[in-house]
């Protein structure tokens, strides 16, 4: 299992844009798909864009489609999420965790860390 390392977090306004990072702290995410997730309170998480380790494939949630980028670097050792035109509705924790290609779900994705928390503001 890798144990990704979330960060780029923050408090921006509406419209706005932020880029998330998941680390692979010391490994590589080779062979897996790396999702973004997000948890709203009293709600599972959500699946809000995936891509494979060869970076192929990007997948996105219909409500992030068009404002969301999903990328891999070279190395296959960050995930990256660019958010642009965010919305107050965006607001939540954000996870990336490894799983299986095209199973986007909470129960087939993980190890879970503490998150990194987006605020957006009307």
């Known amino acids: 299992q890798v144990q990704p390392v979330e960060s780029g977090g923050g408090l921006v306004q509406a419209g706005g844009s932020l880029t998330l990072s998941c680390a692979a702290s010391?490994?590589?995410?080779?062979?897996?798909?790396v999702g973004w997730f997000r948890r709203t309170p009293g709600k599972e998480r959500e699946v809000v864009a995936a891509?494979?380790?060869?970076?192929?494939?990007?997948y996105y949630a219909d409500s992030v489609k068009g404002r969301f980028t999903v990328s891999i670097n070279n190395a296959k050792t960050t995930v990256y999420l660019q958010m642009n035109s965010l919305k107050p509705e965006d607001t939540a924790l954000y996870y990336c965790?490894?799983?299986?290609?095209?199973?986007?779900?909470?129960?087939?994705?993980?190890?879970w860390g503490q998150g990194t928390q987006v605020t957006v503001s009307s």
């Open positions: 965790a490894t799983g299986p290609w095209g199973r986007y779900n909470e129960a087939n994705f993980g190890p």
């Open positions: 010391g490994r590589t995410f080779t062979g897996y798909a």
């Open positions: 891509i494979i380790w060869t970076g192929a494939l990007p």
